[in-house]
């Protein structure tokens, strides 16, 4: 196949559809023959994924590297940046923690020079392995008090050489403004780089917006190549905690209720998309006592301050929402962080997460807990407890937890070691990021709660391949695809 120039997707906000947009490109041209890798300078965000080789990059990456068919690769997100406290970040470069810092210190004291180095050289290793790299832009790109710091939007597309493309979404409103607007703030140099617009989100029949499309056209001398309709039907992670908005639901009758604990810092939401997908299942995410008090399962999740998202539980009257529903004889397990917070104690000799050197847990299982500088970033094969079926899963964690009693294993790993603590059928906790993915896991947990089968086990990487596919075949449907390809062989 001929050698594509990059392709990149910007956007006039956030959480306008950059990375679902990116993730049906890098299948389409998976589709179409090419090997086409995605890529995202800098990413802020709480969902992160192991590597094959044990590194950390963001979710939303790791989900368009498989729908492009490729292993994910910190090359393709080679600055992570995740949320400690409503100020401060901890910075993952190439894949790896160098440390915590303050936004001040990240966008105005930071050496942004030598940061951009590191990003245009990870570019340039995938660029020199896949033909296109499918880009994705971060945020609004024309920030004015932050365009001469960026690393991630238009100086990035004007090293990639990339065809850019600008993403409006229509459903918010606005979308004249936010357009215009955003093109008017480009520089002549900037301005230059966009190939084209896209209007996404569109709800009904869009040939009655093709008076809109021509006014659009005309005020910025710009193509609109593609009206993407608004769509519920097809599944694609979701990289933003924004997209939980929509899942604030409640208990309801004749479904097992599972209650996600909304924590302030939530991270890995993802975990619970094909448990959330289970049709014997509502699953809804709250802080509310009195809707915790009603679920038969309650999970604790991921946190990126685990000491401070205790704290915030056991103020808030959460946790004592969570003794009750365990004292009724409901399930209470929890995932990374979460698995840490049932423990006894969590400790921070290194004031890693903040300035609380210890807390005490909510004591329903008899596990230790104490935060350590290397982070454990590793994709595992394993078993779950008594059943032979091989589970995939990923860690991502900064603690080290011990039982001074006797080892009561939820998994073992596939070298043998035994991981996670098993109490009893309505307490348990594992570092195992993904472990809910596995049929036979969601089985076990729901065993207790309905005599309904789960039926035929789905295969949930199959099944996310068929989304790949009709996301592709929206697209295809609602963009000028010779349009794009012209643009990319110029």
Same mark, same amino acid.
């Given at each position: 196949?001929?050698?594509?120039?990059?392709?990149?997707?910007?956007?006039?906000?956030?959480?306008?559809?950059?990375?679902?947009?990116?993730?049906?490109?890098?299948?389409?041209?998976?589709?179409?023959?090419?090997?086409?890798?995605?890529?995202?300078?800098?990413?802020?965000?709480?969902?992160?994924?192991?590597?094959?080789?044990?590194?950390?990059?963001?979710?939303?990456?790791?989900?368009?590297?498989?729908?492009?068919?490729?292993?994910?690769?910190?090359?393709?997100?080679?600055?992570?940046?995740?949320?400690?406290?409503?100020?401060?970040?901890?910075?993952?470069?190439?894949?790896?923690?160098?440390?915590?810092?303050?936004?001040?210190?990240?966008?105005?004291?930071?050496?942004?020079?030598?940061?951009?180095?590191?990003v245009k050289q990870a570019f340039d290793r995938l660029a020199s392995r896949y033909s296109p790299v499918v880009?994705?832009?971060?945020?609004?790109?024309?920030?004015?008090?932050?365009?001469?710091?960026?690393?991630?939007?238009?100086?990035?597309?004007?090293?990639?050489?990339?065809?850019?493309?600008? @993403?409006?979404?229509? !459903?918010?409103?606005? %979308?004249? #403004? &936010?357009?215009?607007?955003?093109?008017? /703030? $480009?520089?002549?140099?900037?301005?230059?780089?966009?190939?084209?617009?896209?209007?996404?989100?569109?709800?009904?029949?869009?040939?009655?917006?093709?008076?809109?499309?021509?006014?659009?056209?005309?005020?910025?001398?710009?193509?609109?190549?593609?009206?993407?309709?608004?769509?519920?039907?097809?599944?694609?992670?979701?990289?933003?905690?924004?997209?939980?908005?929509?899942?604030?639901?409640?208990?309801?009758?004749?479904?097992?209720?599972?209650?996600?604990?909304?924590?302030?810092?939530?991270?890995?939401?993802?975990?619970?998309?094909?448990?959330?997908?289970?049709?014997?299942?509502?699953?809804?995410?709250?802080?509310?006592?009195?809707? @915790?008090?009603?679920? !038969?399962?309650?999970? %604790?999740? #991921? &946190?990126?301050?685990?000491?401070?998202? /205790? $704290?915030?539980?056991?103020?808030?009257?959460?946790?004592?929402?969570?003794?009750?529903?365990?004292?009724?004889?409901?399930?209470?397990?929890?995932?990374?962080?979460?698995?840490?917070?049932?423990?006894?104690?969590?400790?921070?000799?290194?004031?890693?997460?903040?300035?609380?050197?210890?807390?005490?847990?909510?004591?329903l299982l008899p596990v230790q807990t104490i935060l350590q500088p290397i982070k454990t970033t590793e994709q595992?094969?394993?078993?779950?407890?008594?059943?032979?079926?091989?589970?995939?899963?990923?860690?991502?964690?900064?603690?080290?937890?011990?039982?001074?009693?006797?080892?009561?294993?939820?998994?073992?790993?596939?070298?043998?070691?035994?991981?996670?603590?098993?109490?009893?059928?309505?307490?348990?906790?594992?570092?195992?990021?993904?472990? $809910?993915?596995?049929?036979?896991?969601?089985?076990?947990?729901?065993?207790?709660?309905?005599?309904?089968?789960?039926?035929?086990?789905?295969?949930?990487?199959?099944?996310?391949?068929?989304?790949?596919?009709?996301?592709?075949?929206?697209?295809?449907?609602?963009?000028?695809?010779?349009?794009?390809?012209?643009?990319?062989?110029?």
């Amino acid at each position: 196949m001929p050698t594509l120039r990059p392709i990149m997707f910007v956007g006039t906000a956030s959480d306008v559809g950059k990375s679902v947009i990116t993730a049906g490109f890098c299948r389409i041209f998976k589709q179409d023959g090419y090997q086409p890798a995605p890529f995202k300078a800098q990413n802020m965000s709480l969902n992160s994924y192991a590597t094959p080789d044990g590194l950390e990059i963001g979710r939303a990456q790791a989900v368009q590297a498989e729908a492009a068919g490729i292993p994910c690769h910190t090359d393709m997100n080679p600055v992570l940046l995740k949320p400690t406290t409503d100020k401060s970040s901890q910075v993952i470069l190439n894949g790896k923690p160098i440390g915590t810092q303050s936004a001040y210190e990240y966008f105005m004291a930071n050496d942004r020079n030598e940061l951009f180095t590191s990003v245009k050289q990870a570019f340039d290793r995938l660029a020199s392995r896949y033909s296109p790299v499918v880009m994705e832009g971060a945020g609004s790109i024309s920030e004015l008090n932050l365009k001469h710091r960026d690393i991630t939007n238009l100086r990035m597309a004007a090293h990639a050489g990339a065809a850019t493309y600008l @993403i409006g979404d229509i !459903d918010r409103g606005g %979308l004249f #403004g &936010s357009v215009y607007g955003t093109i008017a /703030l $480009l520089t002549p140099e900037e301005r230059a780089c966009i190939k084209g617009i896209i209007v996404n989100k569109f709800r009904g029949d869009a040939r009655l917006f093709e008076d809109g499309k021509r006014m659009l056209e005309e005020l910025t001398g710009l193509p609109v190549v593609g009206i993407l309709p608004y769509f519920r039907d097809i599944f694609i992670e979701q990289e933003d905690s924004v997209s939980l908005e929509a899942k604030f639901r409640s208990a309801v009758v004749g479904k097992v209720n599972v209650a996600v604990i909304l924590l302030k810092r939530l991270s890995n939401f993802t975990d619970f998309d094909q448990l959330e997908r289970d049709p014997r299942v509502n699953l809804f995410y709250t802080n509310q006592p009195d809707e @915790i008090e009603k679920a !038969d399962i309650v999970i %604790l999740p #991921g &946190s990126k301050n685990t000491i401070e998202d /205790l $704290l915030a539980i056991k103020n808030s009257g959460v946790a004592q929402a969570i003794y009750t529903v365990y004292k009724k004889g409901k399930t209470v397990i929890g995932i990374c962080g979460g698995y840490q917070m049932l423990g006894e104690t969590i400790e921070d000799p290194d004031h890693l997460e903040g300035t609380i050197e210890a807390m005490p847990g909510l004591g329903l299982l008899p596990v230790q807990t104490i935060l350590q500088p290397i982070k454990t970033t590793e994709q595992r094969q394993f078993t779950y407890r008594e059943t032979l079926a091989s589970c995939m899963g990923y860690e991502i964690h900064m603690g080290e937890t011990t039982t001074s009693g006797e080892s009561r294993p939820v998994t073992h790993l596939s070298d043998g070691r035994p991981e996670g603590y098993f109490l009893n059928r309505k307490c348990w906790g594992t570092y195992l990021h993904g472990i $809910l993915d596995n049929a036979v896991v969601i089985d076990d947990l729901l065993a207790d709660y309905t005599t309904e089968s789960g039926g035929q086990a789905i295969d949930f990487q199959n099944f996310k391949a068929q989304q790949y596919d009709r996301l592709a075949d929206v697209i295809r449907a609602h963009v000028d695809m010779d349009q794009i390809y012209a643009s990319l062989r110029c």
